[in-house]
């Protein structure tokens, strides 16, 4: 399970996302969508930093995949 609490993602003092609580399970898949220039990339690696530092990851209790293309 990865969560993630009181997170707001910004660049530039613009303010792309903010969440009280992010729940994943390791069960589940989750998809992101949004157009062009959203923040969807931006998203993942705030995620991927957050975890990195552990921050503000609260429970995090699987290894974090990786693919190639």
């Not at 969560?3 to 898949?29: A, M, Y």
């Not at 931006?42 to 190639?68: D, G, M, P, S």
């Amino acid at each position: 399970m990865l969560q993630l609490s009181k997170g707001i993602i910004s660049i530039n003092d613009n303010i792309l996302f903010t969440f009280p609580n992010l729940i994943v399970h390791s069960d589940e898949i989750i998809g992101i969508v949004g157009d062009n220039g959203a923040g969807k990339t931006t998203f993942f690696n705030y995620i991927i930093e957050n975890i990195r530092r552990k921050k503000i990851i609260e429970n995090f209790n699987n290894k974090l995949a990786t693919w190639t293309k």
